[in-house]
């Protein structure tokens, strides 16, 4: 939010502060000041305030106020004119192109001078005519045969705005003379405002802040308005449906208004604050919602009257219906959802509650008599609503944050009184209200011991009560010592309860500062320290893979049932296909409607995108999928998910070209996985509907499934864009998690020789060579070290429907060296086991 030092000084004394103080003061209180902008004042001499700050100042001797008494015709250039001007001490012929002047063109002599801002020779300004901010310093010279040394200035030039087709039109009473810096010179403070700041959005909440922060009086404005003729009483009636929607709604009447442009000096504050200013009417909303922060609406009575026909206007406020539409006043036709929240009259739909107003009604040059709105909205609605249609107006922001209802009357009599000064209009008696829903105040019990819990400071309840009357807490002593704390109608955030507790001592820390706060110990006993196992043992299976080289990917939750249908082959059953999802009641984008199933096709999304930018790819994912149960809330197990495509080995002179990843590289890296969570499974062929088959194995631990894993099937591949082959493997965690030891035998490093020795058997085709090699550690007993397979041989040579296991073998004893004949036994031993139960041969 942007507001200006000179807005803020309306309602609190700030003299004697620097604007480089007041921005710390904010800053330290919670309203971050991202930038500063100055705009004739001074800038800080000293550059380690810590703001960004920038700006121009301007020459008080060379910049100042002037009259132009005579717009003259150049007498060499149609788009150029000649201004009689007096800066106050000697009168000047100013040369100019602003298209503004030349309605007084040949005018002669001007009934009523127009005071205007005046650079002197020699002053520093900004280059109207250049992109951004370019300096330059006004110099004699001659254009179109006329000497210029001095000019009118823009807003653009003076630093202000962009705005640079005309140039500035001060207000008539500006003294001529004066230093224009004395005059509207300013700094713009950038705010940052967080959602527990929302009350702040505007400048008397910024202002009371600074009065509670620096002690200083806060100047408030009744804003009474004298009111003539009729009463609005029996000509409006407002109708409120849903008052969880709308707890408030008020109304009032100001007739015979005269459309025109606002006060220069309204003009130059809406401008710093971001909005562009139309007439004096919609400017008197926008300025009483930046001022006070209750977001108005002005309605054309006029328009009004005609769709009632003549009758009373009865405004009402409800949810759309199907297929409802309303033309904003951006000029787009919106079809309306039936959560949008409507401001409607008899004849149909006026705006879009707390967003945007229709066209149909809005202010125009024509409009003489003004309804204006002021109402409290459902927050989260408004939200919802803005987001929706992408309409991020400043009334959505600040009624998406929460605006209290109290606001509503301040906000309307704000608008009324600024309408009445700006337009000579006349302001009905009367005010239509309707409050079905006032919420009730927060009230909170704190006592000076919770003070120094929270805190970790003594602090006198008299002077918690005096820091928080300065917010405007309503404050009591009880008879019990407790003080009990109401919050003021404005304030939305502070809670009831523990939570309201904390909100108060926030408001305590604010004001007493954060940085006279000491450092000291926890009062209260640190909580005890409990582990999370399961949480403990899924980071452990992280770190492993991420050894392994695989890299992790975070991927969204929610996506759309076309996508997860891409890891299905072409003739995959309608079974396969019909699955059920979670769905979203408000998705942020059409494919994010539901929750996933699988985790395995976010990974391959990813794989997707990024095929193009690298040769090689290893991604895996932990997370949940969502299992819809009926009248229940979803099951959410948790998930693993691998991806491997690519190259086996980064290119290289001494590699071989073209490997790509396969199959086994991929069972290499589960059987890494699961040996070092000491996990003893099996690996059977298996079916999948998205896998390759005769490439696809299930992992069985006690011959229950873990997962499945192999190669992507061809036609799943052609779904998406990446070249095959593409490993993946999808794995149940819970089932993981579950089954992981609580403990293991460590075998201790033997301190004598191994003896290797290779041996290979001959056994069926058929017959899984787990089976062999879980039968040879079952045999070796103590003495058997490590079994690996090395070779797999099928020929003539071995008999058909055979084929040829070799295994490397390591026998180690922790007591001593072993013998050959030792060794010997040990693989005689093995030999035998293996031919009676297997019915497998020894190898020549």
Known sequence: MKLSVSWLNDFVDLSGLEVVEIARLLTMAGMEVEAITFAGLP???REDHGFKVSGLAWDREKIVVAEIRAVNPHPNADRLTLCDLFDGEREHIVLTGAPNLYPYKGLGKLEKPIKVAYAKEGAQIYDGHADGQVLTTLKRAKIRGVESYSMVC???????????????????????????????????????????????????????????LTGRELKKFSYEVPVQGESIEGKVKIEITDPQLNPRFMLALIRDVEIKPSPYWVQRRLRAAGMRPINNIVDATNYAMLEIGEPLHAFDYDVLLRRANGGPVVISTRVARPGETLVTLDGVTRTLSETNVLVCDSAGPLSLAGVMGGAESEVTEQTRNVLLEAAAWNFINIRRTANQHNLPSEASFRFSRGVHPALAEQGLRCGLYWMSAWSTGKVAPGIVDNYPLPP??????????????????????????????????????????????????????????????ADVMEEIARLYGYDNIPETRMADPLPPQRGNPSLEAEERIRDILVTLGLQEVITHRMTAPEIEARLLPREASDGARSVDYVQLANPIAPEKRVLRRSLLSSVLNVLERNARLRETLAFFEIGAVYIPQPGALPL????????????????AWDVKVGVKLDFYDLKGMIEALMEALHLQVSYVPAEHPSFHPGKCASVLLNGAPLGVFGELHPQVAENYDFVSPVQAAEFDLEAILTALPAGYAVRPVSEFPPVLEDIAVIVDESLPADRVEALIWQTGGKLLASVRLFDVFRGEQIGAGKKS????????SLEGTLTDKEAAAIRNRIVRRLENELGAKLRG
Do not use: W
Not at 160 to 184: R, T
Not at 443 to 466: M, N, S, T, Y
Not at 805 to 812: R, S
């Open 154 to 212: 823009s807003e653009k030039e003076l630093g202000i705005s962009e705005e640079h087709e005309g140039v500035i039109f001060l207000d008539d009473d500006a003294p001529v003379g004066m230093p224009l810096a004395d005059y509207i010179g300013d700094a713009i403070l950038e705010v940052k405002i967080n959602p527990n700041m929302a009350r702040n959005a505007n400048v008397l909440g910024v202002a009371r802040e600074l009065a509670a």
């Open 805 to 812: 296991l070799a295994y490397a073998l390591t026998y180690q």
């Open 636 to 651: 959410e197990p948790r998930r693993l998910a691998i991806a491997l495509a690519g190259r086996r080995y980064e290119p």
């Open 440 to 501: 009730q105040q927060p009230v909170v019990e704190i006592r000076e011991r919770d003070v120094h819990r929270v805190l970790g400071i003594q602090i006198p309840l008299g002077d918690v009560k005096a820091l928080l009357e300065r917010l405007e807490f309503a404050c009591e002593v009880g008879a019990d010592g407790g003080l009990r704390v109401t919050a003021p109608a404005f304030r939305m955030d502070i809670g009831e309860g523990l939570v309201g507790m």
């Open 43 to 45: 800038l800080p001499v």
